[in-house]
């Protein structure tokens, strides 16, 4: 069996909504609501949903850029939700994030350079011709000249600057990478260029990555596994290959029928959703879905379905499989 680096167990954020003059507590967001899977070391696992599923706070959590409300997350063994602020910055020599608009994470103000020596400094590695030579090493790795070390961000193109942030990212040498939607502010061209990128890098330096994206069809590329969330909530996880040929849960089948195919002899019904996602603030209860699933039972509007194993690592939260 494959080594686990990171197990989610039961996570959960909840945002306080504050109103009336006291600021009180008037209700919550469960932007992740119970969520629970692994991920093994050199995998890609796919986290893929619709806006306001989780699956960025589901990452920031992971990260520790958020805390957690509730659950467990264990990199290689040790509790990150209790970790102190001194091992949470040690943490971060292991556990990196790529953002979704290169753009803004980059400082305007200072030179590539600077910006890939920055967490070089931060950690104290290196003395400043390491570094130098460090941060070339950098910018050669991610296919970008030397001499942009001078350059500042508004200088490079949106694929030039996902470049840099990704080169930002392996300054450190991480286990692990959170991607979060690292390619969904890219031309279409540029995407498959930086995903191409990502997965030489990932050979070449034993990277595990989480890829986060609202879109089955890119995550499909890169992923090993993929897991589907809707409302905070996982609803299926499986092999890619299984998930993609015979998905279980009726939101995964949805969102798939929406996937264009390549093949146009393949005729696929395409499955529309009933109605928008409910607002986080107010999720339905029972199985968070039943609103909009053209299959919904009576037992779907009171009683959340368990997270249940249906085959050989595929899981799925639906009552008809129970
Ligand atoms: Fe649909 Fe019920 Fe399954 Fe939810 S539990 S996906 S409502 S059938």
New binding site residues.
Partial sequence: MEQELLQVNHLKKYFSIRGGIFSREIGQVKAVDDVSFTVRKGETLGLVGESGCGKSTTGRSILRLIQPTDGQVLFEGKDVTKMSADEVRRLRRDMQIVFQDPFASLNPRHTVGRILEEPLIVHRIGNAKERKERVMHLLEVVGLHTAYAKRYPHQFSGGQRQRIGIARALALNPKLIIADEPVSALDVSIQSQVLNLMQDLQREFDLTYIFIAHDLSVVKHISDRVGVMYLGRM?ELADKNRLYNTPK???TQALLSAVPNIDPDVKKERIVLQGDVPSPSNAPQ?????TR?????D??KSIR?EWKAVGEGHFV????YH
């Fill in positions: 609803v849960h009726p939101y029972g199985c968070a879905f039943h699933c053209a299959l919904a039972m037992s779907c379905p939260a639906c009552h008809l």
